[in-house]
């Protein structure tokens, strides 16, 4: 096989891979740098097909603008990561139209994306001429998929984001996938662990009956796909109003649409039945007015209904604020982690309340990485979406003996 890394290499965001069998050639994953916009290089458009791994803009935001090209083939992925990723990309067109970017897609490229979908489930391998496609639960978020292709008597799996352990939400990825030649695996925590989960939903749970027992306001940045549903989860048993703003809860629905794509189904339609829906202002007036949890978009406060939250909670020191996902350079949430100060562009702040960041990440870590190459022991290691990734290959290979790589954007390998 030959693989041409079209984005996503040394760091993350806009992955991309293109892979030519000599047979079949396959685009896994086209996605966009979300900050930003930029999207991955551009693949020929005879492809046998196009294979998203989730729903993530980074991983699939920008297959559109393989149709506005002149794409006409298949998109293929899992029901849930097609009915998250229309949310997500319908979402996605607004933000930059609103930021005076310019899309590389139309709304009319999304439908027919839509038009061109085959849905593949866990499991189901599926033929292409001399290549056999089959997709492994990932752990990451409901639907997330790796992807293993064997042609010709060689296999090769792409992890896309992965997670092994469960958590309230998610169960932990699939590693029974069989024999591997060429692994192509995420890195984005090959540098550190995380903390136990266990430990970590420990001390939320003290934050907010600390602060709504002394009156205040928890207020709880969150990703749409994967962590209000889990936060939701996890504060399901408290005594205290929780309020649930902006993408999460169309999300939560859709999710639930497909409820065998994570844990816990029933139980999340008990939490997000019991907790207050908001979709107005006079109602997030009333949420701030009395002891309180509000989970809400934007996750790293770039924009959503968080800026009204923290305008009227910034002098309030019986509030809090706790960020549970990574804040990526440049955001206002690192801003804010940095220097205290929230600027979202339109009003600047620096909020009397509390912040505390914990780290309830969607990804695996270092050890988990380590632990899963040593089970596989695949002929090949090929390391992506990660500012750390050619460190890890040299230490792979120097220290567990390896053959490992970390390609940069624009690369081709033979494999």
């Not at 009915?83 to 607004?94: C, G, N, R, T, V």
């Not at 999710?255 to 029933?266: C, D």
């Amino acid at each position: 096989m030959e693989l041409k890394f079209l984005g996503g290499c040394r760091e993350v965001g806009k992955s991309s891979i293109l892979v030519d069998t000599g047979k079949e050639k396959f685009v896994m994953d086209h996605g966009i740098e979300v900050q930003e916009g930029h999207s991955p290089m551009q693949p020929p458009l005879n492809l046998d097909g196009v294979i998203i791994t989730h729903a993530h803009l980074d991983h699939s935001g920008f297959v559109p603008g393989l149709y506005s090209r002149g794409y006409s083939g298949r998109t293929f992925a899992t029901p849930a990561t097609f009915d998250l990723s229309h949310m997500l990309l319908e979402d996605s067109l607004k933000v930059q139209k609103k930021r005076g970017m310019q899309p590389g897609f139309s709304s009319q490229d999304i439908k027919r994306m839509g038009r061109r979908e085959k849905i593949m489930n866990f499991n189901d391998p599926h033929e292409f001429g001399s290549s056999t496609v089959e997709l492994f639960s990932a752990g990451h978020i409901p639907g997330a998929a790796m992807v293993k292709i064997e042609s010709r008597g060689k296999n090769l799996l792409y992890t896309g984001d992965i997670k092994f352990i469960n958590t309230d939400f998610m169960f932990g990825a699939d590693t029974n996938v069989g024999e591997v030649h060429t692994l192509i695996s995420e890195s984005t925590y090959s540098y550190k662990n995380h903390p136990k989960r266990s430990e970590l939903k420990s001390k939320l749970l003290e934050i907010v009956e600390s602060t709504c027992h002394n009156g205040g306001v928890t207020l709880l940045p969150a990703f749409a796909v994967g962590r209000t549903q889990e936060l939701l989860l996890m504060l399901k048993d408290i005594e205290f109003p929780i309020y649930v703003d902006g993408m999460g809860i169309r999300a939560a629905d859709r999710m639930l649409s497909h409820p065998k794509s994570f844990l816990n189904a029933g139980k999340l339609r008990s939490a997000l039945d019991n907790a207050h829906c908001i979709r107005k202002n006079p109602e997030r007036k009333e949420a701030v007015s009395q002891p309180s949890v509000i989970i809400t978009t934007a996750g790293m406060l770039q924009g959503g209904p968080v800026s009204f939250y923290i305008s009227r909670l910034a002098q309030r020191k019986d509030s809090s604020m706790v960020l549970t996902g990574y804040q990526v350079e440049g955001t206002a949430g690192r801003n804010l982690l940095e220097t205290g100060v929230y600027d979202n562009g339109e009003m600047s702040v620096k909020p009397e309340f509390p912040i505390h960041f914990m780290d309830f990440s969607a990804h695996t870590d270092r050890d988990h990485l380590i632990k899963f190459y040593k089970e596989l022991s695949p002929e090949k290691i090929i390391l992506v979406h990660g500012d750390r990734t050619q460190e890890f290959a040299e230490e792979m290979k120097e220290q567990h003996g390896f053959d490992a790589v970390a390609p940069a954007n624009g690369d081709t390998l033979s494999v």
